[in-house]
């Protein structure tokens, strides 16, 4: 489970696993990605296998969309997410 926040006044990322003892690139890259597209603050938990790229970006296509759709969120990216 991974926590990620836009921090400092450059708009920085910061991530950390917050349950679990071990860091992978899948479920805090998409922690990461998820705060510069929406801006929110997040906490996720996935399991999606490593080496797994287009699984990952399906994963997080639709994260993003049902977040702009529940009206959490406006895209930043000019409407492709």
Do not use: F, W
């Amino acid at each position: 489970m991974y926590a990620a926040a836009s921090t400092g006044p450059n708009n920085l990322v910061s991530v950390t696993s917050i349950l679990g003892g071990v860091s992978d690139n899948t479920g805090s890259g998409i922690a990461h990605r998820s705060v510069l597209k929406t801006g929110l603050n997040i906490i996720l938990a996935c399991s999606i296998p490593k080496n797994s790229p287009m699984l990952e970006t399906q994963a997080e296509k639709i994260l993003i969309q049902k977040l702009i759709s529940l009206g959490y969120t406006k895209s930043r990216l000019g409407g492709t997410s």
